[in-house]
């Protein structure tokens, strides 16, 4: 079964630059949801869309910013990298609906580390 | 408060017995679902069994069973017959409401060790 697929797997920034992620729910899937998981962390939620529009905002820094296109898929987009914005980044997709059970399913993430 | 709280920072298990990964939560909204999530030193975040604020009976999803105690606010991760392979990370999660959208919420983790 196809399951969500992030871009690039790892990717190394210095300070001050750009990096945008990339994510592909899983086929029928209405709904994306971003995560930041710091080392030693637990996941925290930044933000997620539900059928292209933001549906919900966590802790995203004012520097991101992150949509979701017309064919589902979504983009975080991460400017003036700092130190600390080094994290193992996850998307995750859900698909809703009355009774179900809305479970979300994670990519294997995308590995920031800025030097 | 913590939403999620899971107190075992790290565990052991000898290969082929049973563990139980304690987890409680938090909340005052009737409708919520409970996830476990095991993360392999991979990284990658692979969801293990869910079970819903009005499921009846305790969700089992192979060697894995949820000890869903409602009036506690518990939900343990029960993993029978250890394998080496069983060792990993492993996150509670929470989410309120039973909308698509709603956020989860984590706990820290435990880590566990399945001893040959």
């Known amino acids: 079964a196809a399951g969500v697929i992030q871009s690039p797997r790892h990717l190394i920034k210095e300070k001050r630059e750009t990096a945008t992620l990339k994510c592909y729910p899983i086929p029928r899937h209405d709904t994306v949801y971003w995560y930041q998981q710091g080392p030693g962390q637990d996941p925290q939620f930044l933000i997620s869309f539900y059928e292209k529009m933001q549906s919900d905002k966590g802790s995203i820094p004012d520097r991101f910013s992150a949509q979701q296109f017309s064919d589902y898929h979504s983009e975080l987009n991460m400017s003036s990298l700092e130190l600390g914005d080094s994290a193992l980044y996850f998307c995750a997709s859900s698909w809703g609906g009355a009774g179900k059970r809305n479970i979300q399913y994670f990519g294997a993430g995308t590995r920031l580390s800025v030097l | 408060a913590q939403k999620i709280t899971q107190t075992q920072p790290g565990m052991f298990v000898q290969e082929k017995e049973a563990v139980t990964l304690d987890c409680t939560y938090d909340?005052?909204?009737?409708?919520?679902?409970l996830f476990w999530y095991k993360q392999p030193s991979s990284g990658e975040m692979i969801f293990l069994i869910y079970q819903g604020s009005y499921d009846q009976q305790n969700a089992t999803e192979g060697r894995y069973s949820l000890n869903f105690q409602k009036a506690r606010k518990s939900a343990n991760l029960v993993i029978s017959a250890s394998q080496l392979g069983d060792s990993a990370m492993y996150f509670c999660?929470?989410?309120?409401?039973?909308?698509?959208?709603?956020?989860?919420?984590f706990g820290s983790g435990t880590k566990l060790n399945v001893k040959p």
């Open positions: 999660a929470m989410r309120e409401g039973l909308g698509n959208f709603n956020k989860f919420y």
């Open positions: 909340t005052s909204d009737p409708s919520y679902g």
